[in-house]
């Protein structure tokens, strides 16, 4: 896997899908070392225990055409209840054999208008949605968290139903990146990420006067 020295989008399609995979293992190894306590453990995803949000990347990881058809139909046709049903259903299933199962997983469906870096955004997020909650940090290359930030500043609308960095200018202090008009606030780009994904459990870890108003 060649070494990602600025941003995903300039290495190529490949090496995006590539590094998602990477993650995809960290993410599977991760959570096999853990215990049921901490897979039963609630996450960041309202209604959804550390072992729903693996089923929901193994999921992801797994999608066909089809699949998506079904969980589709499963959940009355509501992206959402769709998305949820799933991951819990498949949260019931032993998380050795999920972990197994997204470390094999090579392909899923990238839906039209999307930018491929969005599957990054799913394991970085969904990695922090599961681990932080039990006190484990998520490792975030910057090379991943610039393009994710990207993607979801393009799509947070569509994905997480909400606009919180609107009206704000966001600058991370770890990388090179900033977006937006608007008081700042400033932090890492991880948690930059989740406040874009609208996770305000990372307010804390947050600076500037464009806190103000939240």
Do not use: Y
């Not at 998602?20 to 960290?26: A, K, N, T, W, Y």
């Not at 970085?124 to 393009?147: C, K």
């Amino acid at each position: 896997m060649p070494e990602f020295s600025a941003r995903l989008e300039s290495v190529g399609v490949e090496d995006v899908r590539q590094e998602v995979q990477r993650l995809r293992v960290q993410f599977a190894d991760r959570i096999d070392s853990l215990d049921e306590h901490a897979w039963n453990a609630a996450s960041w995803c309202e209604g959804w225990r550390m072992r729903d949000v693996l089923g929901h990347l193994v999921r992801n990881a797994e999608m066909s055409f089809r699949s998506l058809t079904m969980d589709l139909l499963r959940g009355g046709f509501r992206p959402d209840r769709s998305v949820n049903k799933a991951a819990t259903r498949l949260g019931e299933l032993p998380v050795p054999e999920l972990a197994s199962r997204l470390r094999a997983a090579e392909g899923g469906v990238h839906l039209p208008g999307l930018p491929e870096a969005m599957g990054l955004v799913d394991l970085l997020v969904h990695s922090a949605d599961a681990f932080r909650p039990v006190g484990l940090d998520v490792d975030a290359p910057p090379a991943d968290v610039g393009p994710a930030l990207d993607a979801l500043w393009k799509t947070g609308r569509i994905v997480v139903h909400a606009v919180p960095q609107a009206g704000r200018t966001l600058v991370a202090t770890d990388l090179d990146w900033s977006r937006g008009r608007g008081p700042e606030v400033r932090g890492k780009g991880m948690d930059l990420l989740l406040f874009v994904a609208n996770r305000r459990q990372v307010l804390p870890l947050l600076e500037g006067p464009g806190l103000a108003a939240l």
